[in-house]
């Protein structure tokens, strides 16, 4: 179980790079209590034995990982969050996924959230990050997570690893 940073502050003493303009939060988690993850990015560089949580498994089925997936413990539902300020544009609901929230967060950075029910947001609203988005659940396309969040990162319409975010502006 990991436990989330609670300060994304201004390191003391350290000062702005525009006095005039506050810094911006970093990137977030998109969970605000202690946390497991069950599904890794998928990356070929990695150990076969780190890969083998970087793959989803529906029956018969293997998906290379193109995000994390996070989860509380006792596998209960949890709120989901923003990882950055940002625009929803688009909410899908997939019978396999659940709902899928995607926010722009610049001309060439997406957060994909997936495995969700309850979204409290909609397409054309703008959100802060760490403000809840919607409440995690679990998928038919990845029931071996549990309750879980799927988050995806994309820029410039290429996956990243969601941990190269954190603590990035």
């Known amino acids: 179980v990991v436990t989330p940073p609670v300060d994304n502050e201004q390191t003391p003493g350290e000062e702005s790079p525009d006095p005039v303009l506050p810094i911006k939060e970093k990137f977030v988690l998109p969970v605000t209590s202690d946390y497991i993850i069950v599904r890794t990015f998928f990356d070929k560089n990695k150990t076969d034995e780190e890969l083998v949580d970087a793959i ?43 709902s899928t929230v995607t926010i722009k967060h610049s001309d060439d950075v997406y957060s994909v959230y997936s495995s969700l029910t309850e979204p409290i947001v909609s397409v054309g609203k703008v959100v802060e990050g760490g403000s809840k988005i919607a409440t995690s659940s679990s998928s038919i396309s990845d029931v071996g997570a549990g309750v879980h969040v799927h988050l995806q990162v994309k820029i410039k319409d290429k996956y990243i690893d969601p941990t190269l975010v954190y603590g990035a502006y």
């Open 56 to 98: 989803i498994i529906d029956n018969l089925t293997y998906t290379e990982s193109k995000g994390i997936s996070y989860k509380i413990e006792d596998d209960k539902e949890f709120d989901v969050v923003a990882i950055y300020d940002g625009i929803v544009t688009d909410i899908k609901n997939d019978e396999l996924k659940g």
